[in-house]
């Protein structure tokens, strides 16, 4: 399995920004893919995930409001729509798989991981 995401970048408070994540190999019935953050000197935070097979979404707390995960049903490609951004949006911006379709959130329920992508939101 491998994860790609790509799109961050530097914006402005108050911009958006979405994201990518590429996956290959997810030869399964069932997995979920999310969308997870971390901040400089932080730990790794769940911001959304999609059960592929059911199209379901869920989201970390209060994010909700302001973040969109979704995919492509074409390709196996989940996006972040990331609206009205504020700087402690800042972080590098991760994408995680693992098999099932249950509710996960913790970092240490994924198999696997993307390189990252960097955003910088400045105020």
């Known amino acids: 399995v491998q994860l790609q995401a790509s799109g961050g970048g530097l914006v402005q408070a108050g911009a958006s920004l979405r994201l990518s994540c590429a996956g290959s190999g997810l030869f399964f019935s069932n997995y979920v893919m999310a969308w997870f953050r971390q901040a400089p000197g932080m730990g790794r935070e769940f911001v959304a995930a999609?059960?592929?097979?059911?199209?379901?979404?869920y989201y970390g707390n209060s994010l909700k409001d302001r973040f969109i995960i979704s995919r492509d049903n074409a390709r196996i490609v989940v996006y972040l729509q990331m609206n009205s951004l504020k700087p402690e949006d800042t972080a590098v911006y991760y994408c995680a798989a693992r098999v099932g379709s249950g509710h996960y959130t913790g970092a240490d329920e994924y198999d696997y991981w993307g390189q990252g992508t960097l955003v910088t939101v400045s105020s």
């Open positions: 999609l059960r592929w097979t059911e199209g379901t979404t």
